[in-house]
């Protein structure tokens, strides 16, 4: 068995239940402080032209973008929530 099948079993066999709480309170922390900060990143003073630009690169409606609701690419959104 390969490193990449080893760890992909350990994932799939590993439930909620068996994550440390300290793991789990931390995990929290960072989540809320991600979706914090770019919630507060999406009110910048340059937020909305960088959505507005970032749709004239391409097509598509895979992801949105924070705070504004527009429909991007998935790279493009990822590059405006970031």
Same mark, same amino acid.
């Given at each position: 068995m390969d490193a990449?099948?080893?760890?992909?079993?350990h994932v799939t066999n590993?439930?909620?239940?068996?994550?440390?709480?300290a793991a789990v309170a931390a995990?929290?922390?960072?989540?809320?402080?991600t979706l914090g900060v770019g919630l507060a990143g999406s009110a910048g003073p340059k937020a909305t032209d960088l959505a507005s630009l970032s749709a004239s690169w391409? &097509?598509?409606?895979?992801?949105?973008?924070? &705070?504004? &609701?527009?429909?991007?690419?998935?790279?493009?959104?990822?590059?405006?929530n970031a």
């Open positions: 990449v099948n080893a760890f992909a079993g590993t439930s909620f239940e068996d994550l440390p709480a995990a929290k922390v960072f989540i809320l402080d391409g &097509g598509g409606a895979e992801a949105r973008v924070w &705070g504004n &609701g527009k429909a991007l690419p998935a790279p493009a959104a990822a590059m405006c």
